[in-house]
């Protein structure tokens, strides 16, 4: 089993395809380490725009809060390639959740990078984290 093989036990409800930009690269060919963090958050943000979750976490009554977010390199990403980011969640606790990202080339069998955030839903008012509320549990809980 490679260091890699958990991945493949996560289930990933939803994959950004997308282009490698010429500019992404660095001074040394490659794509810069700044970059996969921008990946993980626009597939990170589009799943939550898609499953509606967005609404839930962007209101009057919680905000959320990323507190922890942290890659593992595997392969070098060179220009041109077209790229897969998967989104799981991985587990949901009182005030927090676990996400966990891939990166992944499309056409060969490349995983790039994959890390793993930690999120916290917060009170905007007090900034503190508060517990979610059993329904948004729920509809966190179904992309398990």
């Not at 380490?33 to 509606?52: C, D, G, L, M």
């Not at 992944?104 to 839903?121: D, M, Q």
């Amino acid at each position: 089993m490679s260091n890699l093989d958990f991945l493949h036990t996560l289930k990933f409800p939803y994959i950004l395809k997308q282009n490698v930009l010429w500019g992404e690269m660095d001074a040394f060919g490659h794509i810069n380490n700044v970059i996969y963090f921008r990946y993980f958050e626009s597939a990170r943000i589009n799943f939550f725009t898609q499953t509606n979750l967005w609404k839930d976490f962007n209101n009057d009554d919680v905000r959320i809060v990323v507190v922890k977010l942290e890659c593992n390199y595997a392969h070098e990403i060179v220009y041109p390639e077209e790229i897969e980011i998967g989104v799981a969640i991985k587990q949901i606790g009182n005030s927090s959740m676990h996400v966990h990202h891939v990166v992944k080339s499309t056409a060969k069998n490349i995983i790039f990078a994959h890390g793993e955030g930690v999120i916290v839903s917060t009170d905007p008012k007090t900034g503190k984290s508060k517990p979610w509320t059993e329904d948004l549990k729920n509809k966190l809980n179904q992309w398990i």
